[in-house]
């Protein structure tokens, strides 16, 4: 699948402009994780660029999120890996256990998108140009910030042999390359 045809679907099942950027933000972000650990950068951003492709559908039935998009996908060419990846995103609603570098990266990445936006928004700038990732993990460290983020999936990262700031430089790098994208 290209990152085209990937774009083509999410226009066709994502309306919402920010689910939309969300998903801009974690393929940025899988992009720069799949340079880091060996993987491949078009494969690991359609990841990311799809992983909540069924949010729309299944967001009042958080224990469907993932088993729609598979469905979605199943016929594509995507590998398997990347059709688990997705899945396991959700793994604590859907009984998975996350096995692979690339479960961990998808998980990890998608969440900090949120704490990353919400940290920019409220920044004197609401800009991602001068946000510094000091302020992120400060704010991370604040359980009333961005209640609804999970720390623990952002800690993730740690599975993937990453410290916490160097994860948060990493995706902060990533969102400010398509910030004009993010509007941010």
């Given at each position: 699948?290209?990152?085209?045809?990937?774009?083509?679907?999410?226009?066709?099942h994502?309306?919402?402009?920010?689910?939309?950027?969300?998903?801009?933000?974690?393929?940025?972000?899988?992009?720069?994780l799949?340079?880091r650990?060996?993987?491949?950068?078009?494969?690991?951003?359609?990841?990311?660029?799809?992983?909540?492709?069924?949010f729309?559908?299944?967001?009042?039935?958080?224990?469907?999120?993932?088993?729609?998009?598979?469905?979605?996908?199943?016929?594509?060419?995507?590998?398997?890996?990347?059709?688990?990846?997705?899945?396991?995103?959700?793994?604590?609603?859907l009984?998975?256990?996350?096995?692979?570098?690339?479960?961990?990266?998808?998980?990890?990445?998608?969440?900090?998108?949120?704490?990353?936006?919400?940290?920019?928004?409220?920044?004197?700038?609401?800009?991602?140009?001068?946000?510094?990732?000091?302020?992120?993990r400060?704010?991370?460290?604040?359980?009333?910030?961005?209640?609804?983020?999970?720390?623990?999936?952002?800690?993730?990262?740690?599975?993937?042999?990453?410290?916490?700031?160097?994860?948060?430089?990493?995706?902060?790098e990533?969102?400010?390359?398509?910030?004009?994208?993010?509007?941010?």
């Amino acid at each position: 699948m290209t990152r085209e045809e990937a774009l083509e679907l999410l226009t066709r099942h994502v309306k919402s402009d920010n689910l939309r950027k969300h998903c801009l933000a974690t393929e940025a972000i899988m992009r720069k994780l799949a340079e880091r650990f060996g993987g491949d950068p078009d494969l690991w951003g359609i990841a990311g660029l799809l992983h909540d492709l069924d949010f729309e559908y299944t967001k009042d039935k958080p224990e469907e999120h993932a088993k729609k998009a598979v469905d979605i996908l199943k016929d594509t060419d995507l590998p398997e890996e990347v059709l688990q990846a997705i899945l396991r995103h959700n793994a604590e609603m859907l009984g998975l256990t996350r096995e692979t570098t690339l479960d961990y990266a998808l998980t990890a990445a998608e969440t900090i998108t949120g704490l990353i936006v919400a940290a920019a928004l409220v920044h004197p700038d609401k800009s991602l140009a001068s946000l510094q990732a000091k302020s992120v993990r400060k704010r991370m460290k604040s359980k009333d910030f961005a209640r609804n983020v999970s720390r623990e999936n952002i800690m993730m990262c740690e599975k993937l042999g990453m410290e916490l700031m160097e994860f948060i430089e990493l995706s902060l790098e990533a969102m400010r390359s398509i910030r004009a994208d993010l509007g941010l």
